[in-house]
């Protein structure tokens, strides 16, 4: 499990510092999580957190998630303007949103040794 976070971690570092670098925008940290409702978030403060089983989706579903968090740091809402900055930076991303809206449960399905479901 260690392996995986840490996997995840430098994938959503590498893509939101891709992402941010195009923008002309900073975060100030990234966090990992193991959230059921949000794949990602962006704070007021700048700060990005993902869950880090975007690990075992598809990269492009993955980088989508980061582009969308970090075009947050641009526009916190999800106006016509949040969506333009993030059809800029993934074109693709109605593919990759529907990806996780029919395939996301799955992901969560995976249990590791040492982890224990949240409602317990």
């Known amino acids: 499990m260690a392996w995986l976070k840490e996997q995840a971690r430098e994938a959503l570092l590498a ?19 193991d959230t059921r409702s949000r794949w990602g978030s962006c704070s007021s403060r700048g700060a990005l957190s993902y ?41 693709d991303w109605q593919e990759q949103r529907n990806w996780l809206r029919l395939n996301g449960n799955d992901l969560h399905r995976y249990r590791l040794r040492g982890e224990h479901d949240e409602a317990s």
């Open 15 to 33: 893509r939101s510092s891709y992402h941010a670098a195009a923008l002309g925008v900073e975060f100030s940290r990234i966090t990992l999580r």
């Open 51 to 91: 869950s880090w089983r975007l690990i075992l989706a598809p990269r492009e579903v993955l980088d989508y998630v980061a582009a969308h968090e970090v075009c947050h740091l641009l526009e916190m809402n999800h106006s016509p303007r949040f969506w333009a900055h993030v059809a800029r930076r993934q074109p």
